[in-house]
């Protein structure tokens, strides 16, 4: 076997793990917007500072909005579940909560989109990756 065959294999296996992260969390991230049908408007109470580690590199810093919001007489707090570098709200801002009506802890602010800008890179580096290695692997069989 020659190293175009390894890198084509490596490629490709690495494009199918991000391709199915990537189809993943969007299947999750649409189960929820399925589930979350009921809404209210509440209010950005705090931007929150998450600190992510990584093992191969600098930590990094990101946001996440806190919203208070009330269903049924009863108040909810919750910070979202995705941290971004900015953040797309302000402390004080009305944002519109969709939450589930069997669960109101489980909810996603109208127009927060991080988690579709995050399965949208993993797709298209799964698909670029897998590309690149169906044309190695192409090349060292002799086949293009």
């Known amino acids: 076997m020659n190293v175009l065959m390894y890198l084509g294999g490596l490629f490709s296996l690495l494009g199918i793990i991000f391709l199915l992260a990537g189809l993943s969390i969007r299947a ?70 969709y939450y589930d009506p069997s669960n109101p802890e489980s909810m996603f602010i109208e127009g927060d989109d991080t988690s579709k800008t995050i399965y949208t890179v993993f797709i298209a580096v799964g698909v670029v990756f897998t590309l690149v290695g169906i044309i190695l692997l192409s090349v060292s069989l002799n086949i293009v």
Do not use: W
């Not at 009921?38 to 990094?60: F, L, R, W, Y």
């Not at 009330?70 to 953040?87: F, P």
């Open 28 to 97: 999750k991230e649409k189960k929820k917007k399925a589930i979350c049908t009921s809404k209210v408007i509440g209010a950005v109470v705090d931007i929150k500072e998450v600190h992510n580690t990584s093992m191969d590199g600098p930590d990094s810093i990101g946001y996440v909005p806190v919203v208070s919001y009330q269903v049924n007489g009863l108040d909810y707090q919750k910070a979202s579940e995705i941290s971004n570098i900015h953040c797309k709200f302000a402390k004080g801002e009305s944002v519109r909560v």
